[in-house]
């Protein structure tokens, strides 16, 4: 599934669990206690009602969904004008209020007068985030599937012809991406064993092979359907999601994904990794990965 629509369910799950919220919530008036007969407080006259142990517990699990959720609505719109991320933001931070209720940002003063409202004004606030989405990826702007092998996927099939029928589709663009070529070229001399290191020359070469054909930055067609791309630059760490290190091989490899993803809104882009502590890392993320083509002899 495309990346905007994934952020269009997920968004739609997040409206329906805020709507159970509100149902296990109160508002009670406050304004009997901001006058009296010689002074006036400025405080807002409705509040939320004290929280029920069962609210607090949907609170402590929607909250940090929200806020994952948000983080990668927000690589839409890292390179947007600055009125749509100040949109985004502001609606995040209304949203996060009302769920939260930790007294930042708004302390109250937006809380309505009755239940039903609240329904109403934060089923607009969630609409309005949906809007966001469709200036930056309409949702009838369809995308294709785009592939980030790992080292150890080229390693063990350096064959892109196969990679389609591996992830089901009948178009894909594969993108190798720096963190990988980098890896790759090390182990052509310094791989732990001669295996690998025969495995690394041999991905090498099947690269060099499809540049032969043409220049690997516009992209090259290998056959009908599939394309294969480098991109030579490393990854803008600033502003992707989760606490991404640098330093690291495999955060490297996510944060070149999540920049694809940021630049293809409307395509779906999967990790390709038989590498069970990379796949877990991308679980977490919430980006998508599959298996890399079965090697000869193998089942798939």
């Known amino acids: 599934m495309p990346f905007s629509s994934r952020l269009r369910d997920e968004l739609d799950a997040l409206a329906a669990v805020a709507d159970q919220l509100l149902d296990l919530s109160g508002i009670e008036y406050q304004g009997h206690r901001n006058q009296g007969r010689d002074y006036v407080i400025i405080a807002p006259d409705w509040a939320w009602a004290a929280p029920t142990d069962d609210l607090r517990r949907l609170q402590m699990r929607v909250v940090p969904r929200f806020e994952a959720w948000f983080e990668r609505f927000r690589l839409l719109f890292m390179d947007a004008p600055a009125e749509l991320r100040q949109q985004g933001e502001s609606l995040h931070g209304e949203i996060r209020e009302w769920l939260a209720r930790d007294g930042t940002a708004w302390s109250g003063w937006d809380v309505p007068t009755s239940i039903p409202e609240a329904k109403h004004v934060l089923a607009e606030r969630f609409a309005k985030l949906a ?36 992830l089901g589709v009948v178009q894909l663009d594969i993108y ?15 791989g732990r064993t001669q295996e690998v290191r025969e495995k690394a020359r041999a991905a090498g070469l099947a690269i060099k092979r499809v540049r032969q054909h043409g220049s690997l930055l516009t992209g090259v067609e290998v056959v009908a359907g599939l394309r294969i791309f480098s991109r030579p630059m490393e990854p803008r ?19 070149s994904a999540f920049e694809l993803q940021r630049q293809h809104p409307t395509s779906a882009v999967v990790l390709v990794t038989g590498d069970i502590n990379l796949q877990t890392k991308a679980e977490l993320a919430q980006l998508p990965f599959a298996e890399p083509p079965p090697r000869d002899g193998a089942s798939a």
Do not use: H, M, N
Request: hydrophobic share 40%; no cysteine.
């Open 237 to 255: 760490f600033e502003g992707l999601p989760g606490a991404l290190d640098p330093a690291s091989p495999d955060d490297r490899i996510l944060a």
């Open 176 to 190: 190798l991406v720096p963190g990988v070529l980098s890896e790759l070229d090390a182990l052509k001399d310094q």
């Open 131 to 166: 809007g966001l989405i469709d200036v930056v990826a309409p949702a009838t702007s369809e995308g294709g599937t785009i592939a980030v092998p790992d080292s150890s996927a080229l390693l063990d099939k350096p064959d892109f012809e196969r990679y389609p029928d591996a």
